[in-house]
């Protein structure tokens, strides 16, 4: 695997981090083309088939193909060594482990089910050997995938309307049906009816059009088989019109640069260019994906880096082709929008979109309402939140409740002046789990409760959310979210990435933490990322000097929080 950019990439190390930890979704991937020589020699081992050549000499022949029909000749015959469930369990378990690698968080995966019925595996062993590949990824790997199944076009429609019929019992392991292999002489409209039986039954559909046939073949995929995405659709270049109507309509094409590089769509047809940076500059919705990567030569982020690089994309084109990914998938809602919650952070961890205005509060659940250490935090969090800050805390009672009430203050004080405050909320993220004897949605001066499953879970909640904490008086809990984001702090401070920034209060922690470091001999690097602070006006001035230091340094706007599809 490679270890850092290559030579040509523009934007240097940074832009390489980003497009590699971003989070994606792969909509373009068929399970055979993932079957790299080693997985290939190892089932065929134990399935007792004979395999001509080596690791070596099929890692050779796979380097370069004609066209399409050269590459599909060595694939089919590849898959000739998958025969069992557990076969096809491994070959999805090890696609999803290299993914994870990319951060893929979303994978909608081809599977060719006739390659296997029409040499005798049947359709079940196939489907059940993918499925527990899936629900196993899930639950190691945080992957969401789901099964596409794809009809070979070069075969009959009556063929597939056929393996529709078979594949009726498994209809809760599948998300939609797509149309793959020989493209040249087996245009969409040959399976007009399955496509239309096909979403008689609840499916989504796909379809591969204008990889090596002509824009006529996108029109009739999208006309006469009503498809959701294009897989491939670089062809619609050569015809303005169809353009248009693709980025007014914003159908998704799921590109695949190294594939397009592999099989010589851009030496035939393109004068050697990558198109990439056409298709987006022509306003479409592109995504980038790794079609067959066991043969092309590179999973997902090498298509991603390929494209970058050929095409001199930035930061913005990797952002807006990422969060495609996800609205153009057949997630639900909930799960798009999370995904595209962590693409965001990881941007805004990036130092590519400023962070939001947002400040996290630490401190002991005992001082009460009077007392100084209540007071002092209830002044703070006034003073942020009058400045358009919005709090989180640990939403129970002391300085929690301190910093909610402040925060409450502070808002209602610029709301009744009239200040912009649609998006600022008092947030509290409780444990509802481990608290059961406390407030069930906090305390009174929250105006959002978060509900956390655990401890951890609810510090990472405050990292997601914000760049700024401020630890008050505490004790075991308070040490233990400052070590926790102070750690991190660290981490992001060796890759490179932008800084959150920990401020504590002088007068609590001085003595305490330099000591602490001291004795640990932590290094004066990491010492340095904690800050020490007198007074509110000293906070809000640290917190308002680095928001705008990273607001001018950013190059992404992020679109509002993603909610509907509709
Ligand atoms: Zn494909």
């Not at 010589?264 to 990567?293: K, M, W």
């Not at 608290?435 to 990292?463: D, K």
Request: hydrophobic letters at 40%; glycine letters at 8%.
């Amino acid at each position: 695997m490679a270890s850092g950019p290559p030579p040509d990439f523009p934007g240097g190390g940074r832009l390489w981090r980003y497009v590699r930890g971003a989070p994606k979704a792969e909509l373009h991937l068929h399970i055979e083309g993932t079957l790299e020589p080693e997985l290939m020699f190892e089932i065929a081992a134990r399935n007792g088939v004979a395999v001509e050549g080596t690791v070596e000499s099929h890692r050779i022949r796979r380097q370069s193909f004609k066209d399409l029909q050269d590459f599909l000749d060595l694939y089919y015959a590849a898959c000739d060594v998958l025969k069992t469930e557990e076969d096809f369990r491994d070959l999805m378990y090890a696609y999803l482990q290299r993914a994870a690698v990319d951060n893929v968080y979303a994978a909608e995966v081809f599977f060719d089910p006739q390659t296997h019925t029409e040499r005798g595996v049947p359709f079940d062993v196939v489907i059940s050997g993918l499925h527990r590949g899936i629900v196993e990824g899930h639950r190691n790997l945080e992957i969401r995938a789901n099964l596409i199944m794809c009809f070979l076009r070069h075969l009959s429609e009556e063929s597939a309307l056929s393996t529709l019929e078979q594949a009726l019992p498994h209809l809760d392991k599948i998300v939609g049906i797509g149309l793959d292999s020989g493209e040249l002489g087996n245009p969409p409209s040959k399976f007009e009816r399955l496509f239309e039986r096909a979403a008689g039954m609840g499916l989504k559909t796909v379809a591969h059009a204008g990889e090596e046939a002509g824009p006529e073949y996108i029109l009739e995929a999208l006309e006469l088989l009503k498809v959701r995405r294009i897989d491939h659709g670089v062809q619609c270049l050569k015809d303005s019109s169809l353009v248009e109507r693709l980025a007014k309509e914003g159908v998704p094409l799921t590109t695949c640069p190294l594939s397009n590089m592999k099989l010589q769509v851009n030496s035939r047809y393109f004068g050697g260019r990558n198109v990439t940076g056409q298709l987006l500059e022509a306003g479409l919705r592109v995504t980038i994906n790794s079609d067959d990567p066991a043969y092309f030569g590179g999973y997902i982020n090498d298509n991603f880096v390929r494209a970058v690089s050929d095409c001199n994309l930035t930061e913005r084109d990797v952002y807006k082709m990422c969060r495609n990914s996800f609205t153009s998938s057949f997630l639900s809602d909930v799960d798009k929008a999370f995904c595209i919650s962590q693409l965001d952070y990881h941007t805004i961890v990036s130092g590519y979109a400023a962070p939001p205005r947002n400040i996290s509060i630490f401190g002991s659940r005992s001082p009460e309402p009077g007392s100084p250490e209540y007071e002092e935090a209830r002044a703070i969090a006034k003073l942020l939140a009058s400045r358009g800050f919005t709090v989180f805390t640990g939403g129970y009672s002391g300085i929690m409740m301190a910093g909610a009430h402040g925060a409450r203050e502070g808002l209602d004080e610029r709301r009744n002046s009239g200040g912009e405050s649609e998006a600022q909320e008092v947030c509290g993220v409780l444990v509802p789990s481990l608290f059961a004897f406390r407030e069930p949605l906090g305390n009174s001066y929250t105006t959002r409760p978060i509900v956390a499953r655990s401890l951890t879970n609810r510090i990472n909640h405050f990292c997601m959310n914000s760049e700024y904490f401020l630890a008050c008086r505490g004790t075991i809990g308070t040490i233990t979210e400052l070590l926790y984001v102070w750690k991190y702090a660290t981490i992001r401070n060796t890759i490179g990435v932008s800084l959150p920034k920990i401020l504590v209060l002088r007068s609590n922690f001085e003595k305490p933490l330099e000591a602490f470091a001291d004795a640990m001999k932590i290094f004066p690097e990491d010492r340095g990322l904690i800050q020490y602070v007198d007074s509110g006006e000293e906070i809000l001035q640290v917190f308002e000097e680095d928001l705008k230091r990273r607001t001018v340094a950013a190059t992404i706007t992020l679109p509002p929080p993603f909610s509907t599809s509709n």
